[in-house]
């Protein structure tokens, strides 16, 4: 009978099973791994002028605009965050509006970043660009939009009625 599997054949693929378990046992991710990142968020200011609660969505005046990246791993990495206009009237598509970049320290694994425009921001479809060590890993897109007008409190207004006497000078 004809052996289909050489014993070298079975040693080799045994030690690269050995070798691949051997290797996830230090729980570290590679930091040009496709998984470093676990979450993104963007956030407006909340009343201390902290990061608050994820939102989708902005006004023109929500400044700044954070952005909260959750890694997983502890190794050390350079976050890079690119605001891009995607879709803004006025601005070159795929521009760079705000860059801004942190290398993280050995166990960090949350980095907060913000952005702000030199007045208000202009309305429109934006991206979030997440790059690791110079690469592209994530991305998110977000509205910037203007603020809708409030309607007055009541439907009444109170206007003067107009005087239907007529004034005559008088000339001396």
């Not at 690269?16 to 470093?36: E, K, R």
């Not at 705000?98 to 290398?103: G, R």
Request: aromatic residues 8%; hydrophobic residues 40%; positive net charge.
């Amino acid at each position: 009978m004809k052996q289909l599997i050489s014993p070298k054949t079975v040693l080799s693929v045994a030690f690269l099973f050995i070798a691949a378990a051997f290797s996830g046992i230090t729980g570290q991710v590679p930091a040009d791994a496709d998984d470093v990142i676990e979450s993104i968020y963007l956030a407006r200011a909340n009343a201390e002028g902290e990061a608050g609660d994820p939102v989708e969505e902005f006004l023109v005046t929500d400044i700044p605009i954070f952005c909260i990246i959750e890694l997983n791993g502890g190794d050390p990495v350079t976050v890079t965050l690119n605001f891009v206009a995607a879709n803004v009237p006025g601005v070159k598509k795929d521009s760079r509006v705000v860059t801004t970049a942190y290398t993280t320290n050995q166990g960090e694994r949350r980095v907060n970043f913000s952005g702000r425009p030199h007045k208000l921001w202009v309305a429109g479809r934006y991206r979030a660009e997440i790059l690791i060590n110079g690469e592209v890993k994530k991305s998110v897109e977000f509205d910037i939009k203007r603020p809708v007008s409030i309607p007055a409190a009541s439907g009444f207004t109170q206007t003067k009625k107009p005087s239907t006497k007529s004034r005559s000078r008088k000339r001396p």
